[in-house]
């Protein structure tokens, strides 16, 4: 069964600091996307970044970058140079037939 | 590009009664996922329609029930309602990429949600 683990309820940062986000998930299949999304006080959903399976290149997408460990089963998500709008929920989420995530991780950024 | 929209945005019913939620997905996506987010259980899946199908379904009742129309516009319906049931709808939409033999959802793109309070 699919399974996304988030271990890290809360986590917080200075402005301008870097911050990791933790998160492992089981599977059994080898083809699969994995996602950080990120949801503001608005609510809405917002794609971070995404990573498929078969690059061994870690995704990057301006300040964020992930840390794929295929064999480890871990995506961990590192936000560079944190800003007061990084603030939010973040989500990682699995995907083969259908899309699973994680608990979350609240981020609180300070100034 | 329009992004997914969802109507309406926020709904107020009563137990025992039916709602019917709307979606719409971002044009040439044919994949319409459903997720009900609550502050207990988290993001749950729901199911997921493509091509007017049922492709997958969620650790859901069969009170909740979903339908897509050809222009890949969706619906999902909850018929006598439960307090439980109060929670953020949120909608998805991908396209369906077929590779290596099977096929695999791309990247989903939400909609802003509804909220459903049922009191």
């Known amino acids: 069964a699919q399974t996304v683990t988030q271990s890290q309820p809360e986590m917080s940062v200075q402005e301008a600091e870097t911050v990791t986000l933790s998160c492992t998930y089981d599977?059994?299949?080898?083809?699969?996307?994995l996602f950080w999304y990120k949801q503001p006080p608005s609510r809405q959903m917002i794609l971070v970044i995404r990573?498929?399976?078969?690059?061994?290149q870690n995704a990057t997408e301006n300040r964020f970058s992930v840390n794929f460990q295929k064999a480890a089963k871990s995506f961990s998500l590192k936000i560079s140079d944190s800003q007061l709008g990084d603030a939010a929920m973040y989500f990682c989420?699995?995907?083969?037939?259908?899309?699973?995530f994680g608990t979350g991780t609240r981020l609180q950024v300070f100034p | 590009k329009a992004g997914v929209t969802q109507t309406p945005r926020y709904l107020i019913k009563t137990r025992g009664q039916q709602v019917t939620l709307s979606c719409s997905p971002i044009?040439?996506?044919?994949?319409v996922s459903w997720y009900q987010q609550t502050p207990g259980q988290g993001l749950q899946f729901l199911f997921e329609?493509?091509?007017?199908?049922?492709?997958n379904k969620g650790n859901f009742p069969g009170r909740f029930s979903g339908r897509q129309f050809s222009n890949s516009r969706s619906e999902m319906n909850v018929s006598t309602l439960e307090l439980g049931d109060s929670a953020l709808y949120l909608c998805?939409?991908?396209?369906?990429?077929?590779?290596?033999?099977?096929?695999?959802?791309?990247?989903?793109?939400f909609g802003p949600g509804t909220r459903l309070t049922v009191l």
């Open positions: 044009s040439g996506h044919r994949s």
């Open positions: 998805a939409s991908s396209r369906k990429m077929v590779r290596g033999g099977g096929t695999s959802t791309d990247t989903q793109y």
């Open positions: 329609y493509f091509s007017e199908t049922q492709r």
């Open positions: 990573q498929e399976a078969y690059k061994q």
């Open positions: 989420g699995h995907n083969t037939d259908k899309l699973i």
């Open positions: 599977t059994s299949e080898s083809d699969y996307y």
